[in-house]
């Protein structure tokens, strides 16, 4: 067993450190800081502590997130995301050393690895992390994430001898030789957590940028003896955002993934590349998601349903058998028992629609219950808001709503009853009873000839 190796069946100690990436946010042209625009619902730097964190798992690992000042926005971003996560400011950029040692506090406590990310690649993937910290825990004093480069142009290059290496040389560093090697840094890296501090001080800055780079632990471990290893994966992975265009990119790798997951675990897409989910999106075995359909955050749909084409779901759930679409909206709070039916043009906002239950076609239905095989007819909305307060609509089992009714919450219309066409409804309704809430009938006979003669112009004379 080598001096830094963790012992057989023991569970490692990890301290994940993320740091921001240099230059935040001045080519995303945005107010936004740069690690908190989204990628598949969930900011950049979410889906970096997520990863991360999957990595470790034990009780005793921790999590440091280093960010720049005034940036309470990103602190409380780290903070939701990891709770007890640390926050260290790094008060003036001096690179990528510079920022690790922003939490030095955190390091300092002792573990037995550190792994140091940037919160800037999204695609990361759990597994590759846990590789990394692998590395460490069967020896090596520093392990580095590498992907051959199909244009290696601007990125650090990784130097190995027999497998092993032995420097990470910087671009605007490197020989001629040098720049012709493939194997590029990721930036990502762990460090032995029983050396970082040695490592990471021991660190200078003569360079062409005069900043303390992170790279340069692999140099510092080589010269106290250490070993040092790459641990590679694809290019897609290693992907940092630095502007819209990157951030497009991101997105449309993480969608493939997300799609391609849902799909091997039984669901049907027709027309995969036009459907957009979410990173939480939970999507059964036999659904058919036909094209166009978007799930934002917090979406379930359970084995059995239909999406069909044109429909927006967020913060939804669809039980088995439901049937949404075309053209509809579920928002948050919406919940689709089984076999239920939402139609085309049809809005559903904090709602429960029972079993069997139908809203086929042109309602809004907000705030509401509505009970097992309940029919609500074309036409129908619940009118939930008087401009200060939400009030609730229930709506009973086997209950039939006719076209064109406003339900005026809050309101019950009970089991069994019926509701005429055209009702304006504001009181309940009791259960198998039938309201018809509008004006009465008049017929004049003869009016409509009237009224156009009257209004048909007079011959000039």
């Known amino acids: 067993m080598t001096q830094n190796s963790v012992r057989p069946g023991a569970q490692a100690r990890s301290l994940l450190v993320v ?13 936004t800081p740069k690690v908190l625009h989204e990628v598949a619902g969930r900011p950049m730097l979410a889906h970096v502590l997520a990863q ?80 990394l910290r692998a590395r460490i825990a069967q020896g090596a004093a520093v392990a580095a994430m590498g992907f051959e480069a199909r ?30 090697v ?7 890296m762990a460090l032995d957590g029983r050396r970082a501090l040695e490592l990471l001080d021991s660190v200078g800055c003569d360079n062409a940028q005069k900043e303390f780079y992170l790279t340069d632990c692999v140099q510092a471990a080589r010269a106290r003896g250490l070993s040092c290893a790459a641990v590679f994966v694809e290019e897609e992975e290693a992907m940092g955002v ?40 939970k999507i059964g075995r036999d659904v058919l998601i036909e094209p166009h359909v978007v799930c934002g955050p917090g979406v379930e749909i359970a084995d059995g349903a ?10 939804a759930r669809v039980a088995q058998g439901a049937n949404v679409g075309p053209f509809a909206r579920l928002r948050p709070g919406a919940d689709l028992g089984p076999d239920a039916k939402v139609g085309n043009f049809v809005e559903i906002k904090a709602a429960t629609l029972g079993a069997g239950a139908k809203v086929s076609h042109l309602s809004y239905i907000g705030d509401a219950q509505v009970g097992a095989q309940a029919n609500v007819g074309a036409g129908v909305i619940t009118c939930n808001y008087d401009g200060f307060g939400k009030f609730r609509t229930n709506i009973g089992e086997g209950a039939f709503v006719g076209s064109n ?18 009702s304006v409804v504001t009181q309940d309704v009791p259960p ?19 009224f156009r003669a009257r209004q048909t112009p007079k011959p000039k004379g």
């Open 182 to 188: 493939r194997a590029c840094n990721a930036g990502i």
């Open 405 to 422: 009714s406003s339900l005026v919450a809050p309101v019950t219309v009970g089991a069994g009853a019926y509701v005429g066409s055209g």
């Open 306 to 315: 239909t999406i069909h084409a044109f429909c927006h779901l967020q913060g």
């Open 432 to 450: 198998d009873s039938l309201a018809v809430a509008r004006g009465r009938q008049v017929d004049k006979p003869g009016w409509a000839a009237a």
């Open 242 to 281: 630095n502007d819209r265009v990157q951030l497009a990119a991101a997105e449309a790798a993480m969608q493939g993934r997300l799609r391609e997951a849902a799909m091997r675990a039984g669901a049907t897409m027709t027309a995969p590349e036009t459907v957009f989910l979410s990173f939480d999106t």
């Open 52 to 131: 991360a964190i999957g990595a470790g798992g034990g009780a005793g690992d921790a999590v440091a997130v280093v960010v720049g000042p005034q940036r309470e926005d990103v602190a409380a971003c780290a903070r939701a995301s990891a709770p007890g996560a640390q926050t260290f400011v790094q008060a003036e950029r001096r690179g990528t050393a510079h920022a690790v040692l922003a939490a030095r506090a955190a390091i300092a406590r002792g573990y037995d690895d550190v792994l140091v990310v940037f919160a800037d690649t999204p695609l990361l993937r759990t597994e590759s992390l846990a590789a």
């Open 19 to 31: 740091v921001l990436a240099a230059g935040e946010g001045t080519r995303m042209k945005s107010a």
């Open 151 to 180: 244009d290696p142009t601007g990125y650090g290059r990784l130097l190995l001898e027999g497998g092993e290496l032995v420097a990470i040389r910087e671009q605007k560093d490197a020989s001629a030789q040098e720049l012709a």
